[in-house]
């Protein structure tokens, strides 16, 4: 079993950054791709960003690319979503999951394992 931990969400104006965290309690972390997913109030979720088991690939929403950087740390077990530019669009719960059997996948049907979500809110 994989539990992912979410942190770094709060409370930022736009035009802000945030730097969010998802820590994986599994030592062969380094072994699956991990996403992070949004969801807003009354919309479906959705993806943001993903990246591969090495780092080496990474795909991003139209919406985030050029704001938002994800990268991993598998020396810590750790992937983390870089959120430059923030907007009051940007405000979601954020998810991220992981999963051992793709490359880094857009759709979340793909992911088995996921977070409980971090509160993300921009401000006008």
């Known amino acids: 079993q994989v539990q992912l931990v979410e942190s770094g969400g709060g409370l930022v104006q736009t035009g802000d950054s945030l730097m969010l965290s998802c820590t994986a309690s599994?030592?062969?972390?380094?072994?699956?791709?991990v996403g992070w997913f949004r969801q807003a109030p009354g919309k479906e979720r959705e993806f943001v960003a993903t990246?591969?088991?090495?780092?080496?690939?990474?795909d991003y929403d139209d919406s985030v690319k050029g704001r938002f950087h994800i990268s991993r740390d598998n020396a810590k077990n750790t992937v983390y979503l870089q959120m430059n530019s923030l907007n009051p669009d940007d405000t979601a719960v954020y998810y991220c999951?992981?999963?051992?059997?793709?490359?880094?996948?857009?759709?979340?049907?793909?992911?088995?394992?996921w977070g409980q979500g971090t509160q993300v809110t921009v401000s006008s």
């Open positions: 990246i591969d088991w090495s780092g080496g690939t990474r």
């Open positions: 599994i030592r062969t972390f380094s072994n699956y791709a």
């Open positions: 999951a992981a999963d051992p059997n793709y490359s880094g996948s857009r759709y979340y049907v793909h992911y088995t394992y």
